[in-house]
């Protein structure tokens, strides 16, 4: 039995991030929140700059600076506690975030994941261009698209091999990711089809 949800973020946890998260409305149901901000650990070039003061200061908010902190906490908090990813959601882990989710299997934290993008728009069903085809033709032979390539697909065998946790759930909007990611588990995970924050804009105006 989970007592508390911990929100896992990659940028800096200010009253607009806590304000999307409905934090105020689940700490006033009588629901304990945590925020584990990753931002010094895993993009402290991009957020070096931004202003201590924009951020929320709360007792429930950890800013991680280590692997062996974050580790520490996850700990502490994983025997009563769902973890909640807001680092990549249904893009799946990468080479600068891998090592936080092997930590969370680790420590058997459990976790889900949320995304709630923009409205879904209809798709327009058009036939390639040549141009199109050319260039992604060329694109085989760039050595970074490659690389690209060959990191999610060692990323997805590891993932196979159990090396990172499964999601227990996920919620979100259909889109291209999600179906991508709902198929790499073979149908396994189940999915909870939600509204976008665009919604959530809509109502509050």
């Not at 934090?23 to 945590?34: D, K, M, Q, Y």
């Not at 520490?72 to 249904?90: A, P, Q």
């Not at 893009?91 to 680790?106: H, P, S």
Request: net charge positive; proline share 3%.
């Amino acid at each position: 039995m989970a007592d508390s949800i911990v929100f896992l973020m990659a940028v800096p946890c200010t009253e607009r991030v806590v304000g999307r998260l409905g934090i105020s409305s689940l700490r006033s149901n009588g629901i304990a929140v945590h925020v584990i901000d990753l931002s010094n650990l895993l993009d402290a070039k991009a957020f070096q700059h931004s202003s201590d003061q924009a951020r929320t200061k709360e007792d429930w908010i950890y800013r991680i600076d280590s692997y062996p902190e974050f580790e520490s906490k996850v700990r502490k908090l994983s025997s009563s506690s769902v973890f909640v990813d807001y680092i990549v959601g249904f893009l799946g882990v990468d080479f600068k975030n891998e090592k936080v989710f092997r930590i969370l299997r680790k420590c058997h934290a459990r976790y889900y994941i949320v995304c709630m993008g923009d409205l879904p728009t209809q798709l327009i069903n058009r036939g390639e261009s040549k141009k199109e085809n050319f260039q992604k033709i060329l694109r085989k032979f760039d050595m970074r698209w490659f690389g690209g390539y060959m990191e999610r697909v060692l990323l997805r065998i590891l993932a196979k091999g159990g090396v990172y946790p499964t999601p227990i759930k996920v919620f979100g909007t259909k889109s291209e990711n999600m179906e991508n990611f709902i198929r790499r588990y073979r149908g396994r995970v189940p999915y909870i089809p939600i509204h976008s924050y665009d919604y959530d804009v809509y109502l509050e105006y």
